[in-house]
Nanobody, 124 residues
């Protein structure tokens, strides 16, 4: 069984940096970060994903500001976020799946295991 626990979310000023962590059990082959802004009608959107061999995949809005990494020995995935903007605010979720692809895709329907999220707030 794969269980995921996020941490590291907090409030920061615009332009600041944060590192989110996702500790997990089990052996997910592919992992990803998603986020969901507050407010009704907001959908969960993919931020980045990483598998075992191929380069990570990032959403266009990342614009080179974020970096996903995965330490399999520590069973921890990270999301380093720099130059944060108010529109980056939201609940950030860690997700995993045992499925492996040639190139990962951060689409929520593809992931079977989810954490409960960690809140990121970026003040302008």
């Amino acid at each position: 069984q794969v269980q995921l626990v996020e941490s590291g979310g907090t409030s920061v000023q615009s332009g600041g940096s944060l590192r989110l962590s996702c500790e997990y059990t089990g052996y997910p082959a592919t992992m990803a970060w998603f986020r969901q802004a507050s407010g009704s009608g907001k959908e969960r959107e993919g931020v980045a994903c990483t598998g075992s061999q191929e380069p990570p995949t990032y959403a266009e809005f990342v614009e080179g500001r974020f970096a996903i990494s995965h330490d399999r020995l520590k069973k921890t995935m990270y999301l380093d976020m720099n130059n944060l903007k108010p529109e980056d605010s939201g609940m950030y979720y860690c997700a995993g799946t045992r499925t492996r692809w040639a190139r990962c895709e951060a689409s929520s329907r593809l992931y079977d295991f989810w954490g409960r999220g960690t809140q990121v707030t970026v003040a302008s």
